[in-house]
């Protein structure tokens, strides 16, 4: 049975879901959501921290690992790595029937390594020819040193899902990588139509940092107009400023320096948006998946938003060749004071550490269980 997921999909945004999860993948969940129309899926820190502490689906395999005197840092690698394989080999026919644009299932190098270039590379280098599947995407995250790596890893052949970005130009730095990434790898006489990236932007979390601010100023105004212009704004700074990224996006895979490298058989690297979950209660729960529909682009999400969407969403362009509105949003965001680089900017750092603290947290709870079972 088609589903909007699988509208979705013919439009041409393809729809992913944003956790990973053993029992997803044990109790056949995964595949009845591919069923649906999932045609990806993302893991981080956050995700398998959560998933570690809420039950016990990893409860036996620690009780096991434990016991053969393993440290939490391995159980850690032994545990993610083994879902991501599983997921792997269940989106493999995804993979492979849509000739290697989707079914990709994303791991996160160690957060830690966000400021570090070179561990970064030797941390990618080892998951991927660890896990050995075609349709593994490291994540690495849009840090200046980041960027390196991910150029070095594109020239290698590996799969890159570049994370964290928030800023237009994260997303510039991100695709000349990217572009840089196919060219060396050509030059390499490396099979190009085989490499794969996305480029992840994190939509929700720019809304809330701006409409924070935005309602200090309300609150602060006596002017009942410029109140109102003010509550006008709230809500609108991170579509303007995917719709943005977007058109970043369009200009640069028009250009022929890509269509050289795309006539040997490159493909674009997609935009991803990514934090499609609503935090605001008075926003609609489908608000970041329904004003982000485009061409060419993937939509990573949460599974209460992927239902919210499959109840009552619909599939049509919410992404037009005309961004002098969104334009008008950034600049009024300007001449209040509010400078979306430098939100998106803390972001980037607020993000990483969030990682960090998940990861931080993941293995601490791997270190209570291990003990408890020894």
């Known amino acids: 049975m088609k589903t909007l997921l699988h509208q979705l999909y013919e439009f041409g ?3 992913w879901l944003d956790y990973i999860s053993r029992k997803i993948v044990e109790t056949g969940h995964l595949q009845k959501m591919i069923d649906n129309g999932i045609v990806g899926v993302t893991s981080n820190p956050t995700i398998f921290d959560r998933a570690v502490q809420a039950g016990q689906d990893y409860d036996s395999i620690i009780r096991d690992l434990a016991k053969k005197g393993k440290s939490k840092e391995e159980i850690y690698d032994i545990i993610t790595i083994r879902d991501i394989e ?52 490291i994540k690495v995250p849009a840090t200046e040193e980041g960027f390196p790596a991910i150029e070095a890893l594109l020239s290698q052949g ?29 030059l390499k006489r490396k099979d190009i139509s085989k490499i794969s990236s996305v480029a992840s932007i994190f939509v929700s979390r720019v809304d809330s940092a701006i409409d924070s601010i935005l309602e200090k100023q309300m609150n602060q105004e006596d002017s009942p107009m410029r109140k109102s212009e003010l509550k006008e704004i709230l809500g609108k700074a991170a579509i303007a ?26 493909a674009v690297q997609r935009v991803l948006w990514a934090s499609t979950s609503t935090k605001n209660p008075h926003y609609s729960d489908i608000k970041y998946v329904q004003e982000l529909i485009a061409p060419d682009t993937v939509n990573t999400m949460p599974e209460e938003t992927i239902e919210a969407f499959l109840d009552h969403g619909n599939v049509e362009n ?57």
């Open 158 to 186: 590996i799969n890159v899902n570049v994370t964290l970005i928030f800023s237009r130009e994260q997303y510039i730095k991100s695709a000349r990588a990217y572009l840089n990434g196919i060219e060396k790898a050509h």
């Open 13 to 15: 945004q393809s729809p």
């Open 241 to 266: 400023n995917g719709n943005l990224i977007y058109q970043e996006y369009k200009a640069i895979y028009s250009l022929g320096s890509f269509q050289e490298l795309a006539g040997e058989g490159a």
């Open 318 to 374: 919410a992404i037009t060749e005309d961004s002098s509105r969104d334009q008008l949003i950034i600049s009024y965001l300007d001449d209040r004071g509010i400078l979306i680089d430098q939100v998106c900017q803390q972001l980037l750092i607020d993000g990483v550490k969030k990682f960090i603290d998940s990861y931080e947290s993941l293995l601490q709870s791997i270190e209570q269980k291990r003990k408890l079972f020894q």
């Open 86 to 137: 599983e997921a792997c080999d269940i989106f493999l026919p995804v993979y492979q029937q849509s000739d290697n644009k989707d079914g990709y299932v994303s791991l996160e190098v160690n957060p830690k390594l966000a400021h570090d270039t070179d561990g970064t590379i030797q941390e990618a280098e080892r998951l991927f020819q660890l896990i050995n599947r075609p349709n593994l995407m």
